[in-house]
């Protein structure tokens, strides 16, 4: 069975400072892990994907994660945070299920950014 | 085009009425996806096409009934739905359904009202 946590359910921040959003994984599997945004009122839009080719992982927007297995976590960072970036992340694993690829969702962390 | 296109974006039915969502993405995948999102929830899978044929059902009750007519296309009829049902409802489609790495790509939803 697979699960995700995400350890804030919000996180605030001022404009230009850095972003962590975090999240802990368990898998049976070597897993994927992927992080997805989602602005209000939109559909998700996949930020970047783990597949065990290499653990630190770049993004699109400035956003990066590192896999790191001897800790379970997939951490989301960006350096400098934009006011663009106020959305919902969701961290994803998945691992095979019946030959069918499933995504298991965290609960999510709503990002805040003040000017 | 790396679109999925749902139409309509808002929708206002009645526990009586039949109406259908529908969902078209011109990528060439062969899986389909539909989740349903509650507000400030993550995504839940409801139902998975791999080839046009239903894969994955996750116990979605029978007052909703998907279709995928081709490749192309994925509906999602409605009846007798109860006002818990309101939610966003979500399309999603990947190149194919076989992989656990597999990259979704997601509509930007039909916000649905059951009054």
């Known amino acids: 069975a697979q699960s995700v946590t995400q350890l804030d359910s919000h996180v605030s921040v001022s404009e230009g400072t850095p972003v962590l959003l975090r999240c802990n994984y368990s898998?049976?599997?070597?897993?994927?892990l992927f992080w997805y945004v989602q602005h209000p009122n939109k559909g998700l839009q996949l930020l970047l994907k783990?597949?065990?080719?290499?653990?630190l992982v770049k993004g699109i927007n400035g956003f990066e994660a590192e896999f790191k297995k001897s800790e379970t976590s997939f951490h989301l960072t960006k350096p400098s945070a934009h006011m663009s970036d106020a959305a919902e992340y969701f961290c994803?694993?998945?691992?095979?299920?019946?030959?069918?690829?499933?995504?298991?969702f965290g609960k999510g962390t709503m990002l805040l950014v003040s000017p | 085009d790396t679109e999925v296109t749902q139409t309509p974006k808002h929708l206002v039915m009645g526990m009586t009425n039949k109406k259908s969502l529908k969902c078209e993405q011109h990528m060439g995948h062969r899986a389909m996806y539909w989740y349903k999102q509650k507000a400030k929830k993550p995504p839940e899978l409801m139902f998975v096409y791999s080839y046009e044929k239903l894969s994955i059902n996750e116990s979605v009750p029978s007052r909703f009934s998907p279709e995928c007519p081709n490749s192309s296309l994925l509906n999602l009829h409605l009846h007798a739905l109860q006002p818990e049902d309101s939610a966003l409802y979500l399309c999603a489609s990947s190149q194919d359904s076989g992989s656990y790495n597999e990259k979704l790509f997601f509509g930007s939803g039909t916000q649905l009202s059951v009054l």
């Open positions: 898998s049976s599997y070597s897993p994927s």
């Open positions: 783990y597949t065990s080719a290499a653990t």
């Open positions: 994803v694993v998945s691992d095979q299920n019946s030959g069918y690829s499933t995504l298991t």
